[in-house]
């Protein structure tokens, strides 16, 4: 076996169905008497149903959390902090409340409870990205890192299923990019072999029957293994492609993840054997990338960057940003091998080496 290093975050997970019914022992377990609860305009309703689960220990609710963390919506939801005598934060939706939980925790360090209801992952990382006169800089640290985790089944059954399919797959690219990762270690490579094999057997079965309950619990459980690795290890070429494209052409996160997983996996695969072995495995295939394209496919979901928007013209910049300031990647960056795969991707053609 190679060497390898191995930190364990320290986080602790509620994992179930109806497991919401749990919220208001799980903050007093952090001393939280006067949590502000958060969610996005949209997720009103369930932010209501938090602050019930919370009964007295529910100070506020702020429903104003938006996709990028803008600084000047953290300085509201701030005041509200200060104004109500705070004393932890309750996140309940995606990417984006999360996203504002830490940016609360970042500033203060009360404690978090986070209760995700999509698959993008941000409540096993300690990484914030926020946004401040349209820019956006990302930092990691273990401030932000949730204290504890609510994932309630119950609460997934209401994600569209189109949704559903693309949210899966963003997922998948943590554990496919963990598996090839220069720090990864024995540990997360069976979290993200596990966590693919999780998702890519359910994602189907829930857009054939987005209410039935096993898929649902399959994929979140799948969701966690892979938001895990994501927080654990670090990420290549495929995540900063998809961090490239979403900040230049304002695409959609897990529709832009969904798109390019299959041809950054192509473009690494003969670079990174092993994992290919586990994607192999989880997948049940010898064509991992083929198999991640099939599997977009299966699920209905958009496999060309021209079907979200993304001008034609725009894969000579993608390229440039792309190499500019670059992650580690298994494979050297290569800027005319990048921009061939940004042109699949661009068009919907199937993935190649
Ligand atoms: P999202 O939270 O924006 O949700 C997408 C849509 O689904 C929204 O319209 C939302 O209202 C709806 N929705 C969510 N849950 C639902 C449910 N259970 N039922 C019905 N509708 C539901 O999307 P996301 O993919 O979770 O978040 C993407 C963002 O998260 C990106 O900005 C990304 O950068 C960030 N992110 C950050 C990290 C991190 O570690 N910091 C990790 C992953 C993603």
């Not at 208001?24 to 008497?33: F, N, R, T, V």
Request: glycine share 8%.
């Amino acid at each position: 076996m190679e060497p390898f290093v191995y930190t364990g975050l320290a986080s602790r997970v509620v994992f179930g169905s109806g497991t919401l019914a749990t919220l208001a022992d799980e903050a007093a377990a952090l001393d939280i008497e006067r949590a502000l609860v958060i969610s996005t305009p949209h997720q009103g309703e369930q932010a209501e149903r938090v602050r019930a689960a919370l009964g007295a220990r529910a100070a506020a609710v702020f429903t104003g959390a938006t996709m990028h963390t803008p600084v000047e919506v953290t300085a509201e939801a701030m005041d509200t902090v200060e104004a109500e005598a705070v004393d932890g934060t309750v996140a309940i939706g995606g990417g984006p409340t999360i996203g504002l939980g830490k940016a609360i925790a970042l500033r203060t360090d009360l404690p978090q409870i986070a209760v995700p209801t999509t698959y993008a992952g941000s409540e096993m990382t300690p990484i914030l990205g926020e946004t401040e006169a349209g820019r956006k800089t990302t930092q990691r640290t273990l401030r932000v890192l949730p204290e504890t985790v609510i994932y309630d089944v119950d609460l997934t059954l209401t994600l569209p299923p189109a949704l559903s399919g693309t949210s899966g797959i963003n997922a998948i690219a943590h554990a496919v990019e963990a598996l090839y990762a220069k720090d990864r270690n024995p540990i997360t490579s069976l979290m993200a072999e596990e966590g693919v094999r999780a998702l890519a057997s359910a994602l189907p079965r829930i857009v054939e029957d987005p209410r039935a309950p096993g898929p649902r619990s399959d994929a979140l459980y799948g969701a966690w293994l892979c938001a895990a690795c994501l927080g654990a290890v670090g990420m290549a070429l495929h995540h900063k492609l998809c961090h490239t494209l979403g900040g230049s052409f304002d695409l959609p996160h897990a529709e832009t993840h969904t798109v390019v997983l299959p041809h950054a996996t192509a473009y690494n695969a003969a670079a990174a054997p092993e994992a290919m072995a586990a994607l192999g495995r989880a997948l049940e295939s010898d064509d991992a990338p083929r198999a991640l394209f099939a599997l977009a496919g299966a699920v209905g979901a958009p496999r060309a960057l021209s079907a979200l928007g993304m001008p034609e013209v725009g894969i000579e910049r993608a390229t440039e940003i792309a190499l500019e300031s670059p992650y580690w990647n298994p494979r050297p960056l290569d800027k005319d091998a990048i921009a061939a795969l940004l042109a699949r991707a661009w068009s919907g053609a199937e993935p190649t080496a």
